[in-house]
């Protein structure tokens, strides 16, 4: 019998985390739907995706697992609820508890990735008996980790080729986060060693950062600057693989980029460390980045230490281990474990945010 999964998807940042998934229960012979929430743009999708828009819809295709990267989940939706996080513990508020480890009852599996992760959900674990932990680690370091091969063997075709007219590109991302968000600060820096010609650059947003006269300059910078790209939401791995060196402010995206085993150049992060070269003032972002291309030993070592912290598994396998996770819960835990808590109050405003969801969706052909 065909096995259906569903993914929950309430930003746009959630579709390339499940891409993976998608491929491995694929190829067990599975399929994939996907339910997104308006904050999601449905543009991220391909053509023959199967979307899903109302509960009917998501009974009728009675997944066994739904899959989240997000906070939340639909608690009315059928089948095992799985939280496969949206990045890493890397608290970034610098808040007294980290949000990551917030426990908000809905769901029963957590997928957890590294040291930094797996041994505080288990005792979350051991204190709420409500869900089971397994470390698996991150569904997308799998494309991260296929990117970068495939981006390594390109340049070992073709050494002599990258050498001769290569010239440096660099990725610039950022967060949303009020307070913490510096590519206002920064961007002036962008645009006139943009406007130099000297490297390549690849700007991107955060889908939420609430800015559009700061996109519509960077719009303005690519149309002016053919060496300037312009990606409004998360580039796929493989167009971040092709990039040389990253600059960003607090990001969870850092240690995505590190997985590429890339260093990073970072202005005014709030948890600065080894694996970073930061710098608070923009005159010294140029000489960062200039350093930073040139992958300094000590830089390069402690950046790959912060990387093993975070995630365990480089293997490529990780969706195989999310999949397997979900089998061995529905063998040997589910309807075993502890009920998850009632948690009326927050159901309800689920149930509320689900139906004003639904007014303003075109309704399903």
Known sequence: ????????????????????????????????????????????????????????????????????????????????????????????????????????????????????????????????RSFKVYETGWAKTDALIGAKQRAEAQTTDAPEAKAAGHRPTV????TFTQDITQLRNVFPTIRRLAETGEWNWVITVHPKLNDPELKADIRQLADSCGNVRFLPLTPSPDVMAATDVMLCDSSSIILEYMLLDKPVVTFRNNRPGPQLLNVTQTGDIEQALRQALSRPEPLMTAMRAFIAHHEAHLDGQNCHRILDAVDDFIANYKGKIRKKPLNLFRKFKIRMKYRKEQKLKIPSK
């Open 1 to 128: 019998m065909e096995r259906h999964f569903l993914f929950f998807c309430s930003q746009a940042y959630a579709i390339p985390i499940l891409r993976p998934l998608q491929a491995e229960i694929e190829r067990r012979g599975g399929k994939a739907a996907w339910y997104l929430e308006s904050s999601c743009a449905a543009d991220a999708l391909a053509a023959d995706d199967r979307r899903l828009h109302t509960r009917e819809e998501a009974r009728e295709w009675n997944p066994v697992a739904v899959f989240a990267p997000g906070d939340y989940t639909y608690d009315f939706f059928p089948g095992v609820k799985v939280m496969v996080f949206h990045g890493y513990p890397i608290n970034k508020r610098s808040d007294a508890h980290d949000v990551h480890f917030r426990i908000r009852g809905w769901y029963d599996i957590y997928c957890t990735q590294g040291p930094s992760s797996t041994p505080e959900f288990k005792r979350l674990e051991a204190k709420h």
């Open 171 to 174: 990725f610039v991302a950022t």
